[in-house]
């Protein structure tokens, strides 16, 4: 059990909805990430939270958009949802900013497993 | 550019070791690291080389890395039928305010008894 738990496991969805996935980090782990898992573009870095603040962007689509809270979970939310949204999306948190650094690996949950229909 | 490739697939039998092999291209990468992904689960970190070591050996899981020429392998001795999986490479670089992981396809890894 990496800590790390996301919320929810699968979410089956119509496109052009709208849907919000949650993330809390392991405790005491103040970086969140963002990752989309798919069989054609494979694991790619979405977005980082740092201690509520954003920290670093990857291939995020302007349809998506992320928040980390003053409790240190984060949400990712996903609208106008497309087919090619459908994928596995993981959140991973490290204890500082640098995350994959030696000392500050990452962990991730679960994921949420997201079917557009 | 930044790219991360594994070879698809291995199978290996029950008992025997396995070698899964990586290639990178950004000579900056400091850390490099392998995850496991067992199915309907996340990445589990198993052990990681910083940029600066030749191997490191952690139980039955030993990881060579050839520096001049980008190569990363993970070794794993006595595989079990446990070790089926899929068996993630990263390399990792500082980029400003934050480190980028950049992951590879991934080699799934298939056990026979």
């Known amino acids: 059990d990496s800590g790390v738990t996301q919320t929810p496991k699968h979410l089956i969805t119509a496109t052009g909805q709208r849907v919000t996935l949650r993330c809390s980090p392991r405790s005491g782990d103040l970086s969140v990430y963002w990752y989309q898992q798919s069989l054609d573009q494979g694991l790619q870095f979405l977005i980082q939270?740092?201690?509520?603040?954003?920290?670093a962007k990857g291939n995020i689509l302007e349809r998506f958009s992320a928040q980390q809270f003053p409790d240190l979970h984060s949400e990712l939310n996903l609208s106008s949802l497309e087919l090619g949204d459908s994928a596995l999306y993981f959140c991973a948190s490290s204890v500082g900013p640098m995350g994959g650094a030696g000392d500050s690996p990452l962990h991730f949950g679960n994921g949420t497993r997201l079917t557009v229909t | 550019g930044e790219d991360v490739e594994q070879s698809l697939f291995l199978s290996v039998r029950e008992g025997d070791s396995s070698v899964i092999n990586c290639t990178y291209t950004d000579s900056s990468s400091t850390y490099l690291y392998w995850y496991k992904q067992e199915p309907g689960a996340g990445l589990q970190l198993l052990t990681y080389i910083f940029s600066n070591m030749d191997m490191k050996q952690d139980q039955r899981l030993t990881v060579l890395l050839n520096k001049k020429d980008k190569h990363l392998s993970l070794r794993i001795a006595d595989t079990q039928t446990g070790d089926s999986a899929i068996y993630f490479c990263?390399?990792?670089?500082?980029?400003?305010?934050?480190?980028?992981?950049?992951f590879g396809t991934g080699t799934l890894l298939a056990v026979q008894p």
């Open positions: 939270y740092y201690n509520g603040e954003e920290r």
């Open positions: 990263a390399e990792s670089a500082a980029r400003g305010a934050t480190n980028k992981l950049i």
